[in-house]
């Protein structure tokens, strides 16, 4: 602090305070003490004019009858005793050379020696001379009175001189005290108005009171606060405009990050839907050109180079350009090699989808092969072998009862090879949607109750058993082989298909219908679609069943341990017993 007490508001404030508060206790303890001791002599004063009253009734008793005399010395004994009460004796002051104790003094000694003993041993004669002594002594009574009366008016003068210098110096310090707040409240009224402003968020006020007092000290420390607030919020502005950047840019990278797998998921490399994503990529880094290259190394000078790379596997490039002297900071690095790795996986994806298809095509053709080979080429040679009968019977001129049994033979062949072809046809075109087995095998049955007036109940309860996409489509081409028998064959109206799994986690299928039931010795009829059921189930790792059911009708059933959880069961026995038979 650079003030003094003398410079102190505080200070001066509490001086003139408790000045007003000493003088209003000087004027009320005056009041009380002067109150105090005119009360003191108003009793004197009763009393001296008592005791004149007693004086002219002992004068008026005296020449009365001889009788009054006991009367006469009972008022001079009760005269004597007022005149020594304490209500007189208590006024009188202790010093000798005093106006009122002298004045006292001779008011006894009169009494004592003059009136008293004259009253006590009255005579006629002397009867004149009592009476001037009665008026001496009644004259010294009333001046003793009035210099009790002086007295009271003294103390009083006393007590209205102090009253008046106790009021105007109340006034005074009154007058200095307003002064001070008038001197004070302009600069109070700023600092209010700086404070509120400061509440407000508005930090450029300052207050312009300079002094070198705590007002001053008050205001020079909301100054210095509201500098420092100002620049803490202008940092913080600061701050919050670079977070709100930040935030901004982050934004944009997830959107970028986000559309770019959303683009990348569902077409083939070289698309153009590429450029649109290094326009994108290119607006957020602030990169002067960004190039794609998928083949071949391109290294042109002046650019940076980010592999686009996946397990090991390149497939391409990405080349950015920027102005002279900048670099990409950390996360537009970051962002562009992110965006390099999806278009690395999307490459991926997509070869290993081409490989993936080319596979199907491959397994197809396969599977067309062996349908055609196992059904219809079989067909066509056992007619060839009846062709080839045909022309030797003829050459041999053989009846014509024997040829039209060969011509008969011929025609159930064509018309076997010719159904054979149809339902090759049919499988052939049959696709899984994405709907899954459930929906394909609920299509078939209304497609075969359609197409046969068959009655079919489904009831479909493999739940989450994970059944591979081959699987899939050799259990449903095992059904719609199995419904076209029922079809063909069984003269049936109703059949049931249940598909569930049981207690060791396989899956079972049964197809029952309520036809004529299988024929004697069936297994050594040319049926190829029962063969081919045994080839699918064979290729399942499964076994089919056809057999009469007790009920009537023919039941198909086919069971087999589906491979996702056959594979799981393997890893957890090598896991449990990780050592080979040899190295046992």
Sequence with gaps: MSYTYSQSLFFRTGLTMAGIVILALTSMLSSIVIAETAGGDAAAINQAGSIRMQAYRLYSTLGQTPAANDLIERRIARLDQDLREDSIVSLVPGGSRHPLTMRYEEVLRQWEETLRPALLKPDSAERQALSEQVARFVAEMNAFVSQ???RAESRIEILRLVQGVALFLTLVLAFFAMYQLASITPPLRELFTVVNQARLGNFDQRTHYQNDNELGLISRTINQMNESLSQMYAQLEQRVALKTLELQRSNDALSLLYQ???QLGGFSPGNERYREILDRLERITEAHAITLHLDGDVMPAGTQIVPIRKSGQDYGQLLLRYPQGKRPQRWQQELIETVADLIAAAQSLAKKSDQQRRLALMDERSV??????????????????????LQMQIRQQKPQAEQQVVIDELREGLNAAYRQLRELLSTFRLQM?????EAALRETAREF???GELEIQLDYAIGQCPLTPNEEVHVLHLVREALANVIHHAKARRCSIRLFTDAKEEIVLNLRDDGIGLPDRWERLNHYGTIIMGERAAALGGHLALQRHPEGG???ALRFMPRLIKDTSDVEKSAANPLSGDER
């Design 433 to 437: 949607n994405v709907a899954g087995l």
């Design 554 to 556: 023919t039941l198909v």
């Design 449 to 451: 109750s359609q197409r």
């Design 260 to 262: 770019t797998a959303r």
């Design 368 to 389: 067309i092969a062996r349908e055609l080979h196992d059904s219809l080429a079989q067909s066509l040679s056992y007619l060839k072998i009846q062709v080839a009968r």
């Design 148 to 150: 009790l009366q002086k």
